[in-house]
């Protein structure tokens, strides 16, 4: 079974920046899109920033400007950027994977707080 592993979660003063990483266990095929989707207390799980297998990328409004998705160095590999960091970005962000066949693969998560 593929697990998918996030890090780089913790806490960061308002301003700052964090980079999140995810790798998968086993090469995953067959990918449509990598990405990443947050969950903050008391609300939905939602998109933060994806990337398709076509190159092309997509931003929650909320973030962009701020936070960068990448390929990380190894395969099925991605990355988060986040900068400018604010409060209001404090959740437990998961990586995503999703194969073609619209399967979906998620990690358990990673924790990033934003306070001073």
């Known amino acids: 079974q593929v697990h998918l592993v996030e890090s780089g979660g913790g806490l960061v003063q308002p301003g700052g920046s964090r980079r999140l990483s995810c790798a998968a266990s086993?090469?995953?095929?067959?990918?449509?899109?990598m990405g990443w989707y947050r969950q903050a207390p008391g609300k939905q799980r939602e998109l933060v920033a994806t990337?398709?297998?076509?190159?092309?990328?997509n931003y929650a409004e909320s973030v962009k400007g701020r936070f960068t998705i990448s390929r990380g160095n190894a395969k099925n590999t991605v990355d988060l950027q986040m900068n400018s960091l604010k409060p209001e970005d404090t959740a437990v962000y998961y990586c995503?994977?999703?194969?073609?066949?619209?399967?979906?693969?998620w990690g358990k998560g990673t924790l990033v707080t934003v306070s001073s």
């Open positions: 995503n994977v999703r194969q073609l066949s619209m399967l979906d693969y």
């Open positions: 990337m398709h297998s076509a190159g092309y990328t």
């Open positions: 086993e090469i995953i095929g067959s990918i449509k899109s």
